[in-house]
């Protein structure tokens, strides 16, 4: 995963510039990431089957199409 390290510290940016203050564990590659799946986990991801397998798995998870509506679900997630 040549680029995991870029895309990670990309993702930890995304979530402190819109003041989510939840920690943030980069997984490389989708295989790995229902692996991660908890009952107080979130999965935000942009490919489907990747978000299926997370709740299917126990997680919850956002399909991310576009930055309001993830903003929104991230919210909904951290009040429950």
Known sequence: FPS???VAIQKVFWV???N???P???VPGRRF???FA???SLLI???LDVVESFYTHGGTSILHKNV???IFGVEAFMRL
């Open 4 to 6: 995991h390290d870029r």
């Open 20 to 22: 989510i203050n939840i």
């Open 16 to 18: 402190e510039l819109n």
């Open 45 to 47: 991801d942009d490919t």
């Open 68 to 70: 309001s509506d993830t």
């Open 38 to 40: 908890k009952n107080n």
């Open 24 to 26: 943030v564990i980069a």
């Open 33 to 35: 990431k229902s692996a």
